[in-house]
T-cell receptor, first 110, second 116 residues
Framework: QKEVEQDPGPLSVPEGAIVSLNCTYS??????FMWYRQYSRKGPELLMY????GNKEDGRFTAQVDKSSKYISLFIRDSQPSDSATYLC??????????FGSGTKLNVKP | DTEVTQTPKHLVMGMTNKKSLKCEQH?????MYWYKQKAKKPPELMFV???????INESVPSRFSPECPNSSLLNLHLHALQPEDSALYLC???????????????FGPGTRLTVL
């Protein structure tokens, strides 16, 4: 079983839709959770990070963590074509090692 | 400033060449990382330097040789690579500190390597 599971998609939505991206994990030691956006042939860009259960909002993005279910989500409101990218979740337990999901490819159609 | 820079952007090399990838950050981060990323796959960890010392080597072949000359710089020396080593090589940095859980990782734009 992988440490972090993420549906690879692709996920195709119309412009303006609410997008929900999700990851599940098996290691209860994970304490720190990140979402990255990666455009084709570019490096991952940090979108959001959180270290506690609950919601964290930043503009159109909301990160949600449910440690009891070992489940994290990223919501994108009013999605735009420029949001089309691959979204990676990442997690960290203690030492300097980060665990990545496989990435979900999102396509927002105009 | 949360910038990690990498040079070169693109590199084409033959299997007998020796080349180096360079990475730089000026955020005062004490942990630096090399990842390899193949198309449509997540980044795959290769090496971690913590306080300029190699702390994690994910069983990477010896044809890849990392070096951390100082706290801001990270190099990856390449020698006798194989065509299957063609990939996007990503550098990242984080505050580090080992057990510090309040940490996050910033990536550079990557070097796209092609081995002929």
């Amino acid at each position: 079983q992988k440490e972090v599971e993420q549906d690879p998609g692709p996920l195709s939505v119309p412009e303006g839709a609410i997008v929900s991206l999700n990851c599940t994990y098996s290691n209860s030691a994970f304490q720190y959770f990140m979402w990255y956006r990666q455009y084709s042939r570019k490096g991952p860009e940090l979108l959001m990070y959180t270290y506690s259960s609950g919601n964290k909002e930043d503009g159109r993005f909301t990160a949600q963590v449910d440690k009891s279910s070992k489940y994290i989500s990223l919501f994108i409101r009013d999605s735009q074509p420029s949001d089309s990218a691959t979204y990676l979740c990442a997690m960290k337990a203690s030492f300097n090692k980060f665990y990545f999901g496989s990435g979900t490819k999102l396509n927002v159609k105009p | 400033d949360t910038e990690v820079t990498q040079t070169p952007k693109h590199l084409v090399m033959g299997m007998t060449n020796k080349k180096s990838l360079k990475c730089e950050q000026h955020m005062g981060h004490r942990a630096m990382y090399w990842y390899k990323q193949k198309a449509k796959k997540p980044p795959e960890l290769m090496f971690v330097y913590s306080y300029e010392k190699l702390s994690i080597n994910e069983s990477v072949p010896s044809r890849f040789s990392p070096e951390c000359p100082n706290s801001s710089l990270l190099n990856l020396h390449l020698h006798a690579l194989q065509p299957e080593d063609s990939a996007l090589y990503l550098c990242a940095s984080s505050q580090g500190g080992g057990k510090d859980i309040l940490d996050t990782q910033y990536f550079g734009p990557g070097t796209r390597l092609t081995v002929l």
